[in-house]
């Protein structure tokens, strides 16, 4: 009797350290740049990440986030950096959000930087890069109710606007909060996701209320994941009330025709998720990151560090987090 107790005991403590072994653990790389907020990150590989944000802050890290080099981008010391894409150890671009837009790159780790985008035109704010390879799109807050979009095919030289055609609702527009609210594997029709009075699933041949959190400035989707056409991960919440976790996480495995929220949704308002692999997601906000083993279904608070944006590299599955007060970190998983 005793023995059979004691082995179901050994057998549960296996089990829950077993699982508790697999949680992964957050490790704090930076906090140099204290009084900058990061919302810009781009992961090239497990060794290079760059990150932008605010006071005309950008850096770079070559060996895994041991060392970081930082600067403040010359005559825009000022601008907030909201979006970064890295291509390698040397080329990156940067977009700065209004006033004017602006996208900048490099092509010698930041010695220098040339402009390859700039609209003045009035309401013009940038809002987030997606890029596959040379390929990208840039979106940006409605202009007459239309979304802006622009794109290149040659990382980001030379960009091509393109209205879309349909209108939104007035009060609908994009949050700047991650740089993950686009995203594509169709490069010709982008997904992205509005939020404010109406949140919506956007693209050239669709558009769809989603069933998330709406109807304030401060509500809706912040975040897209796209880990095939099929099965994607869409989050955000209310950012005026962060605690609250109702309809702040929706799933679907069927492209988009039917939504499902988490049994046991992230806890509080985020700002970016990412599919680690088909099973596995990790998400951030001000409320701290949390994960999911079962493709979305179930979350867990791992941290209460505040983190703004995330970021894996296309290889291995080491994931890059950046936020407020100069945050860098990273998890394996
Ligand atoms: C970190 O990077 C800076 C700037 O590139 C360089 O001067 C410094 O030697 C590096 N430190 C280490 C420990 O690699
Ligand atoms: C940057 O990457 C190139 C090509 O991989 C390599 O030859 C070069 O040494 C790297 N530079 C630095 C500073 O790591
Ligand atoms: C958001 O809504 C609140 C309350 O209605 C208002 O005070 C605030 O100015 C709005 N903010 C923006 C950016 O529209
Ligand atoms: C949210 O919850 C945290 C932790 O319980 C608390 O410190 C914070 O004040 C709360 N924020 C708001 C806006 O209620």
């Not at 050239?204 to 095939?228: C, D, K, R």
Request: one cysteine or more; charged letters at 15%.
């Amino acid at each position: 009797m005793w023995q059979r107790v004691l082995q179901i005991f050994l057998i549960g403590v296996l089990f829950s350290s077993k699982i508790n072994a697999q949680l992964p653990v957050i490790q704090l790389l930076d906090s140099s740049q204290n009084t900058i907020s990061f919302r810009g990150i781009s992961v090239v590989n497990e060794d290079i990440c760059w990150v932008s944000g605010s006071k005309g802050t950008v850096g770079y890290t070559l060996d895994g986030g041991k060392n970081f080099t930082w600067m403040k981008v010359k005559g825009h010391e000022n601008r907030d950096f909201r979006d970064v894409e890295a291509f390698d150890n040397q080329t990156a671009i940067i977009m700065a959000v209004d006033a004017p837009a602006l996208i900048l790159k490099t092509t010698d780790a930041g010695k220098n930087w040339r402009t390859v985008f700039f609209d003045t035109t009035k309401g013009m704010f940038l809002d987030a890069l997606f890029f596959k390879g040379k390929k990208g799109w840039v979106i940006g807050d409605p202009i007459n109710q239309r979304p802006y979009l622009a794109f290149t095919t040659n990382g980001g030289d030379s960009w091509q606007p393109c209205i879309y055609k349909d209108t939104l609702q007035d009060g609908e527009a994009f949050f700047a909060s991650s740089g993950s609210n686009i995203g594509f594997t169709n490069f010709k029709n982008p997904l992205f996701v509005s939020g404010g009075k109406a949140s919506r699933l956007l693209s050239f041949n669709n558009q769809q209320l989603l069933p998330i959190v709406q109807g304030e400035n401060s509500t809706g989707a912040n975040s897209i994941s796209i880990y095939n056409k099929n099965i994607l991960c869409i989050i955000g919440g209310d950012f005026s009330k962060p605690n609250q976790s109702n309809t702040n996480c929706l799933l679907t495995t069927n492209g988009g025709k039917t939504w499902q929220q988490p049994q046991t949704p992230p806890i509080g308002y985020k700002s970016a998720v990412i599919f680690v692999s088909k099973q596995k997601l990790i998400a951030c906000g001000t409320t701290g990151v949390d994960i999911s083993s079962d493709g979305g279904k179930n979350w867990q608070k791992i941290s209460t560090l505040s983190f703004h944006t995330l970021q894996k590299s296309a290889k291995g599955n080491t994931v890059f987090l950046a936020g407020g007060r100069g945050k860098i970190a990273k998890l394996s998983w």
